[in-house]
């Protein structure tokens, strides 16, 4: 088992910054695939970035490319997305997820994660 409790959420102007933290105990979290995934209204959950167990290894969807930064200290058990030049359509409640199936390999999907946090509000005011 892995429990997943993020923080860092809550609302911003357009064009600001938030850092996004997840902390993780339970099982091994430095071999886990994290992810971030958000969801806003009426839309699908979609993957936001993800990074392998080193930090070496990182995956980002076009729209926050340049903007958002996925980074881990297995450390510290615990993963960060640090968000700026925040839009309006950020706006989405976010979730952490871990993928500890299949070592190493970074998924883009919804199903492959296997545990999940409760999620955190992030709203961007225009």
């Known amino acids: 088992q892995m429990q997943l409790v993020e923080s860092g959420g809550g609302l911003v102007q357009a064009g600001g910054s938030l850092r996004l933290s997840c902390a993780a105990s339970g099982r091994t979290f430095s071999s886990a695939v994290m992810g971030w995934f958000r969801q806003a209204p009426g839309k699908e959950r979609e993957v936001v970035a993800a990074i392998g167990w080193s930090g070496g290894n990182t995956h980002y969807i076009d729209s926050v490319k340049g903007r958002f930064s996925i980074s881990r200290n297995n450390a510290e058990n615990t993963v960060y997305l640090q968000m700026n030049s925040l839009k309006p359509e950020d706006t989405a409640v976010y979730y952490c997820?871990?993928?500890?199936?299949?070592?190493?390999?970074?998924?883009?999907?919804?199903?492959?994660?296997?545990?999940w946090g409760q999620g955190t509000q992030v709203t961007v005011s225009s």
């Open positions: 997820a871990a993928q500890t199936r299949v070592p190493g390999v970074i998924f883009v999907t919804v199903s492959a994660y296997d545990y």
